[in-house]
């Protein structure tokens, strides 16, 4: 069985490798093209969409100035316990708001699930509230730039800056 620690595990490395989810996970809008404000809600919006990055297990869906960050776990991937999957599903982990200022997007997770093991329901909890350790596992504001179809993201955790490229 894939275990919430497998799924979270994925999405850590995911934020570490990108820059939302958060997913994940509070700035409001988004700017057009020319950098006057519109709330995320014009075609002027360049974040808005679906955004993957495969290699990585990871997507971003955003719209509005809301966005939200999965896991992907595909058929045939192994969890840390070893066991297999036998079909692909995904998992809402973070969400947030974000702004975007010409082709520069900011993106700040408000809610992050900490889904219960047992049952595997989503619990969702709002950055503010996570403890500290949990703080410290997942990073709150995800930066990067869109430039056509490719968005370049970075996040900074424990003093490590990563990025990572998804594309729509």
């Known amino acids: 069985m894939v275990t919430r620690e497998f799924v979270m595990k994925k999405f850590i490395v995911a934020l570490m490798a990108l820059a939302v989810i958060g997913f994940g996970m509070a700035a409001c809008g988004g700017d057009d093209d020319n950098g006057g404000t519109t709330g995320g809600t014009t075609g002027g ?3 808005a969409g679906t955004w993957k990055n495969d290699e990585m297990g990871a997507k971003i869906v955003a719209a509005s100035g809301s966005f939200t960050m999965y896991s992907i776990v595909e058929e045939g991937e192994s969890s ?14 973070a969400r947030g708001t974000y702004t975007v200022s010409g082709s ?8 992050v699930n900490l ?15 996570l403890t500290a350790a949990q703080k410290a596992e997942t990073p709150q504001t995800i930066t990067g730039t869109v430039s056509g179809s490719t968005f370049t993201a970075s996040v900074t955790l424990g003093g490590q800056t990563a990025s990572a490229v998804f594309t729509k």
Request: aromatic letters at 10%; glycine letters at 2%.
């Open 45 to 47: 919006d360049i974040f």
């Open 80 to 93: 840390s316990e070893g066991d297999v999957v036998d079909n692909s599903w995904e998992s809402a982990d």
């Open 104 to 111: 520069a997007v900011s993106c700040t997770i408000t809610e």
């Open 115 to 129: 889904r219960d093991k047992e049952s595997d329901a989503d619990n969702w909890k709002a950055y503010a509230d």
